[in-house]
């Protein structure tokens, strides 16, 4: 499988239906390097943010370049595994996610106010009703467990 080695960030590229898939593993600062990941990957372009760290305004200035240059070149993108970290971001720059492109699942933080367990739960987007977080049982006590952010904030990326 072919991996592009950045200074921070490594990212794995192996082929998926209708594109490729690129997995992310380390931070999206300044060093990241636009132009070695564009060109040769038009279609469907799944990016996973699983192991991404770290995001700073840089890393954010130059993802933004990828990008645009991805949906240039008519590349359909679909964010995978969102961090807390990288949904902030989707919230609030625009064009972190490009034109056409979608966030297809993400982590939300969740509390139980009961044992004050507290877990990153990956959520479906499509899978919500809106802009409300489903209600989940906690996987320490099995009480009643809530998103611990504000939740017309933290889900302000998915459309009304
Ligand atoms: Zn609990």
Redesign the pocket.
């Known amino acids: 499988m072919p991996s592009v080695k950045q200074k921070s960030l490594e990212i794995e590229i192996s082929p998926c239906d209708g594109g490729n898939e690129l997995k992310l593993s380390g931070e999206i600062n300044e060093d990241l390097i636009v132009d070695e990941l564009v060109g040769y990957k038009a279609g469907v372009v799944k990016v996973d943010f699983e192991n991404v760290k770290m995001i700073n305004s840089c890393g954010v200035r130059e993802w933004i370049k990828l990008m645009e240059a991805l949906a240039n070149q008519g590349s359909k993108v679909e964010y995978y595994n969102c961090p807390q970290i990288v949904v902030q971001q989707v919230n609030m720059v625009t064009g972190f996610v490009p034109e056409g492109g979608s966030v297809v699942t993400f982590y939300a933080p969740y509390f139980?106010?009961?044992?004050?367990?507290e877990e990153k739960v990956l959520l479906v987007t499509s899978e919500l009703d809106g802009r409300e977080a489903p209600e989940r049982k906690?996987?320490?006590?099995?009480?009643e467990?809530e998103i611990d952010a504000m939740e017309d904030v933290y889900l302000n990326f998915i459309p009304e």
């Open positions: 139980c106010d009961e044992c004050e367990n906690c996987g320490e006590c099995g009480a467990s």
